[in-house]
């Protein structure tokens, strides 16, 4: 697996904003908070501590989360600040 590229805080939730808007019933998310994650024995190095689904379906942006969490901490490492 090719090593993960670095991302900011503020990159890392525009694109989880960004990916939960588009799936239809979230498309109203107002905001999602990312954190570093040091436990050395996940493979992550961030996660979502908490997400606002404004007038979307609290459920469905749940389920639309996990997926593109677990998909984009495949792909991006948290910069160190």
Same mark, same amino acid.
């Given at each position: 697996m090719p090593d993960k590229s670095?991302?900011?805080? !503020?990159?890392?939730?525009?694109? #989880? #904003?960004?990916?939960l808007r588009a799936v239809s019933q979230c498309n109203g998310v107002v905001h999602v908070?990312?954190?570093p994650y040091d436990d050395y024995r996940a493979p !992550?190095?961030?996660?979502?501590?908490?997400?606002?689904?404004?007038?979307?379906a609290p459920e469905a942006c749940e389920r639309a989360l996990c997926e593109i969490v677990c998909r984009?901490?495949?792909h991006f490492d948290i910069a160190p600040t």
């Open positions: 670095p991302k900011t805080k !503020a990159e890392l939730e525009a694109l #989880l #904003l960004a990916e908070t990312v954190v !992550a190095t961030w996660e979502v501590a908490s997400c606002n689904p404004g007038t979307s984009l901490q495949q």
